[in-house]
């Protein structure tokens, strides 16, 4: 079963930056696009970004012009480069891989923005 992971999340002041990372398991094939998404406390999950295989991208309007995805230079791999962040931002952070035969989904990493 492939398995994505995240890592880099942790806890920042507000207006500091985080870089999370994401990679899958093993290959996947036929990736349509890969993405971030977070859920707070009490909170239903939300799309932050998400980059398509063609490198298209998309944004929530809470992080646009904050926050950056790409994709690594390894296959299966993507980033989100956040900046500027506010304590809104404070969430688990999970990677999405949606292939043909479904999404895959990470465990999650933690972001707190505090001071």
């Known amino acids: 079963q492939v398995r994505m992971v995240e890592s880099g999340g942790g806890l920042v002041q507000p207006g500091g930056s985080l870089r999370l990372s994401c990679a899958a398991s093993?290959?996947?094939?036929?990736?349509?696009?890969m993405g971030w998404y977070r859920q707070a406390p009490g909170k239903p999950r939300e799309l932050v970004a998400t980059?398509?295989?063609?490198?298209?991208?998309n944004y929530a309007d809470s992080v646009k012009d904050r926050f950056t995805i790409s994709k690594g230079n390894a296959k299966n791999t993507v980033y989100l480069q956040m900046n500027s962040l506010k304590p809104e931002d404070t969430a688990v952070y999970y990677c999405k891989a949606n292939v043909v035969s479904g999404d895959y989904w990470g465990q999650g990493t933690q972001v707190t923005v505090s001071s």
């Open positions: 093993d290959t996947l094939f036929s990736i349509f696009y």
């Open positions: 980059i398509t295989s063609s490198g298209s991208t």
